[in-house]
């Protein structure tokens, strides 16, 4: 049996059940959810729970309070939709900055604009009257993208939300909420919102589940058109949204508002219309156009989520395109994530300064000191196969470097009017004693160099240091020449 048939299968037999009460340990999160404890491995595909919530017709009950809403859409492509007539994409109110930039790149690159990144976050799934089937696979991929295996693409988020440890990003394996009613044909963007909302509240209600450590993504079924509040900007294949024109395929959101008892909340999703149409849909994948389709759009989203999730963190001045902007429909046709086969676009590096399917192979070279010598400044350059990375140093890192996958040596030589016959040195961290390491494609590896100052901040008279000091102080015992230690 395949994959899919075997996911298809499993959920024939699905129990909708309420979530349980749960803490999760995989992350440390402000709140606990009132869900079980996420899963990160393929071994858990085909067990999603999904809790089955009764909902009112969006448009004949009363809007919650929702502010700060901020937006971004991915417009459909090429010869599709209102750009088929030429119509340069509109963008709704929603989708705006005002951030000036605080740490500039290259003109190519994204520009760092002092919002928050998503350094670590949980994802659940939410569906409009229709259960995972629907879309394909999107919980197993997913999965597979967050855990890094094989191709390890989501880690070229690290340079961005500085951060290289694995499984920061997990998926709500055990719980998602499929959101029954029936809905006007075209929703609007803050009917979206108020569902997604009573989605948070069901999953937590005792209050909480949000913040920058949760996303939520919410699929609407085949034949859901979705327009923006005050705007034509729209997802209608079919033509028929009230007067607007199918301008956008899927977009990340945030507001804030107010959870199950009444306290402050900040929610972040992304909304994930049905993608197997034209000017959305990816053919010629190895999953077929409705699996491919959607994996596509939703890794876009993810990307782009978890690197400007209010639209104030990582962009492209002027023009405000995000990570997945740059390299929209540019594909990687494979790609091996976990084991499976996908086709999903690239993702822009400024590491790289170009669209990549894998992050960079990096390392980072580490100095310490011990017992320095206070009387004396010491200096050290820090080499990779020779060649000086990092000069006159006396403590701290070379930040991540990029490098070739394969086998690298670091190494040092003593700065000015610095002799390494002063110190022992211990090569340490991911480098062997002698120095090296291998480093596969995408790995970020760090080694560090350790001088123990012999002398330590002993005088000329008594230059020989018996006792190390502790790092901050200088030798503890000091003795002549011709003396020995007790």
């Not at 470097?401 to 086998?407: I, N, Y």
Request: aromatic share 8%; proline share 6%.
């Amino acid at each position: 049996m395949n994959r899919i048939a075997g996911l298809a299968l499993s959920l024939c037999f699905l129990l909708f059940i309420a979530p349980g009460n749960r803490t999760l340990s995989e992350i440390a999160v402000a709140q606990t959810p009132q869900a079980e404890s996420p899963v990160q491995s393929r071994q858990s595909r085909g067990t999603l729970n999904i809790s089955r919530v009764p909902v009112p017709r969006a448009d004949q009950v009363p809007l919650p309070s929702m502010t700060n809403h901020r937006c971004h859409i991915l417009p459909v492509q090429e010869g599709h939709g209102a750009r088929a007539r030429g119509e340069t994409p509109i963008r709704p109110d929603c989708d705006y900055r005002n951030e000036q930039a605080i740490k500039n790149f290259a003109a190519t690159d994204l520009s760092f604009h002092g919002g928050p990144v998503m350094v670590a976050a949980q994802h659940t799934f939410m569906f409009l009257n229709c259960s995972l089937s629907c879309w394909g696979n999107p919980s197993e991929f997913l999965g597979d993208l967050f855990v890094g295996v094989n191709i390890p693409f989501i880690h070229v988020i690290d340079q961005y939300v500085n951060s290289t440890a694995s499984g920061r990003y997990i998926t709500n394996g055990n719980m998602a909420v499929e959101l029954n009613g029936t809905q006007p044909h075209t929703l609007t963007d803050s009917q979206l919102r108020a569902l997604v909302l009573q989605g948070v509240k069901f999953l937590f209600s005792q209050g909480g589940g949000g913040g920058d450590n949760r996303m939520y993504s919410i699929f609407l079924p085949q034949g859901q058109n979705l327009c923006f509040d005050n705007s034509s900007a729209c997802y209608c294949p079919d033509n028929n949204c009230n007067g607007g024109s199918f301008v956008f395929c899927a977009y990340h959101a945030s507001f804030d508002s107010t959870d199950a008892v009444g306290a402050p909340i900040h929610v972040i999703f992304q909304a994930m219309p049905y993608q197997d149409v034209p000017g959305c849909q990816v053919t010629n994948g190895p999953n077929g156009s409705h699996i491919d389709s959607t994996n596509n759009v939703l890794s876009h989203e993810i990307f782009e989520t978890i690197t400007d999730p209010d639209l104030n963190a990582w962009f492209h001045d002027p023009d405000g395109a995000e990570i997945g902007d740059l390299c929209a429909w540019n594909l990687i046709n494979p790609i091996l994530l976990n084991g499976a086969s996908y086709a999903i676009q690239k993702e822009y590096s400024n590491q790289a300064q170009q669209c990549v399917s894998v992050p960079p192979t990096q390392m980072v070279l580490t100095k310490i000191l011990v017992h320095p010598d206070s009387h004396h400044l010491r200096l050290f350059n820090l080499k990779i196969d020779g060649v000086t990375v990092r000069s006159n140093i006396n403590a701290g890192s070379t930040g991540i470097l990029t490098v070739a996958p394969g086998s690298h040596t670091v190494s040092e030589t003593g700065g000015t009017a610095t002799s390494l016959g002063a110190f022992e040195t211990v090569i340490g961290g991911s480098c062997a004693a002698n120095g090296t390491v291998t480093l596969a494609l995408g790995d970020t590896k760090t080694c560090t160099i350790t001088n123990f100052d012999h002398f330590g901040g002993c005088t000329a008279q008594r230059p020989i240091c018996c006792e190390p000091g502790d790092g901050q102080n200088g030798c503890q015992m000091c003795i002549a020449v011709g003396n020995e230690c007790p």
